[in-house]
């Protein structure tokens, strides 16, 4: 699917909160900054402003862009990369599967203010796909929007990642380490990633962003400051079935050393880890 269509429709459909971190508090004003002014021009512009919009000037700030897309699916302007596929009908290109549901979210009613969604989206800044959130408004027959990138995900998402790795493991262990391995198969999210430790051997079988430790000692790892990881999370592992660990770790999408706070849980001889970053 293409990713403009899939990031369209989850626009509509996925409401979210914004997160805590300071940083993206900021980053979520300015986005919500830019989209206040675009609606204020547009008010005053009409559709001319889409032609504004589609440009490099006012209304793109960094990563920041302002985007519009209309009730039938018809993207109208975009200062970003989707800017190639404005005039299109996204939505005949989408599934049968999401085609009734993203239409069916293009009727969200006028006046319900200023919404907020979650999404994935490719930054143009690294090239990376990115969870992207994303303040949003009707306006008549028009949708205007602007986002900004999330490079930290939520606890809940940590631990749903967690629990899904857990469930496939049960259903196909091998085909599930071998997913992780990849460093795909839908195991590897944003900053979110899973690894797995064979709790028989006390080796790591799987990592989903660094194949190089498969195999190696988990409990001889420590994080970047000297704490013993681990050991103590092995140790953890002996007295209950879950817990949660901190240390610090390298976020893969920031590339900077960050507090980690990992969820764990055994599954069988397995123990299953999933981590989030916060500065």
Known sequence: MNTLLRITWL????????????????????????????LAYYHQQGDKAFATFSRQGDFIDQDRYVFVVDTRGVLLASG?????????????????????????ALKVPEGQGIQQADYRWQNWNDGKVEHKHVFYQR???????????????????????????VNALVKDETGTLKAINSLQGGFLQDDLYVFVVDLDTQRYVAHGTNLRLVNTDFGKIK????????????????????????YRWKNPVTGKIENKHAYVRKTGHFMVAVGYYSP
Do not use: W
């Not at 805590?20 to 900021?26: F, L």
């Not at 970003?80 to 009734?100: K, T, Y």
């Not at 205007?144 to 899904?164: I, M, S």
């Open 223 to 246: 994080d970047p400051d000297g704490k013993p990881v681990g050991e103590p999370i092995l140790k953890m592992m002996a007295e209950q079935d879950q817990g949660e660990y901190k």
């Open 80 to 104: 970003g990369p989707s800017s190639a596929l404005i005039g299109r009908d996204v939505s005949e290109i989408l599934g049968p599967d999401l085609r009734q549901s993203f239409k069916d």
């Open 11 to 38: 626009l509509l459909l996925c409401c979210s909160q914004v997160h805590a971190d300071p940083a993206q508090e900021a980053d979520a004003q300015a986005a919500k900054a830019l989209l206040e002014k675009a």
């Open 139 to 165: 306006v008549g027959e028009h949708i205007l929007a602007v986002g900004y990138y999330l490079p930290r995900a939520t606890p809940e998402q940590a631990r749903a990642l967690r629990n899904k790795a």
